[in-house]
């Protein structure tokens, strides 16, 4: 089964951190691209060994894409 995700990626120093918001699980790469597989991996690694309540959980996620904003206070 395919899950929608959402992931916010962030330049940290010379690393790109990805981060899976429904999960709470992060990954990082030297490059978006390889961040997003990196994080990709850990979400099927984490997915695998989820009990059902969590899976069940991600069936009701939302189906659009949060927004993400930047401000400044």
């Known amino acids: 089964m395919e899950y929608k995700l959402s992931a916010i990626v962030e330049k940290e120093d ?4 990805a981060h899976c918001v429904e999960l709470s699980v992060t990954s990082q790469g030297k490059n978006i691209e390889e961040a997003l597989q990196n994080l990709k991996d850990a979400v099927g690694l984490y997915l695998k060994h989820a009990d059902k309540d969590e899976i069940d959980q991600l069936k009701t996620a939302h189906k ?3 927004v993400v904003a930047t401000i400044t206070v």
């Open 14 to 17: 010379k690393w790109y951190v």
């Open 64 to 66: 659009e894409a949060p």
